[in-house]
């Protein structure tokens, strides 16, 4: 945490994520029709502001603080929290649908899976009781080993895809509910040493 305290502002125990802006539509996706209570983020900003996020633990407090003109002010403090807020819930719901659909998923396989390798495991007694010599060992070999890799999906779901999928999650929690400030720009400090600075081209 030392290390991050070197690229991160923080107020006593709280670290500051910071985005300087020239206009509040640079935060939203220019693409996007709705209105901007209901915008997706710019990709280049929601990928910083995620990104500085898992520079941290889960439970260390964290702000978010943008920086934008001072006539802009006003309009941000009404639009720039709640939009956000609602952004990160809705990202966070889409997170836990994927989850249930892997899981669900996991476990559709895992049957089959099983399946597949009482089969081939019952298939290698018949052929044994069948014949014998090299070749059907061979065989009874090579269908245990082909039992065995249709487990490697469900295995491949329940120890490694579910878990970054879960992270996500209580990310885009975290970020559905974090505390969020609105400054003006001549407020920024020569210390800040890890803004992200978003101006037009």
Partial sequence: MNKLSSYYKNEGKTYLVEVKLSSISQLFNSFDPSPFIEKDLDDEVENYIVQSLREFSINTPLKLIFYLPPEKQDEAKQIL???IHHYF??????????????????RTSLIVGLVFLFACISTTELVNWLASGP????????????GWVAMWRPVEIFLYDWWSIKNNQKLYEKLS??????????????SMVNQKEILPL
């Fill in 89 to 106: 819930d809705y990202r966070k719901q889409n997170s836990e649908k994927e989850l249930r659909t892997i899981l669900r998923q996991g």
């Fill in 81 to 83: 929290p709640e939009a």
């Fill in 135 to 146: 070749l059907t060992h061979i065989f009874q070999e090579g269908l245990v080993i082909i």
């Fill in 177 to 190: 509910q974090m505390r969020i400030e609105i400054k003006p720009n001549q407020e920024k400090q020569n």
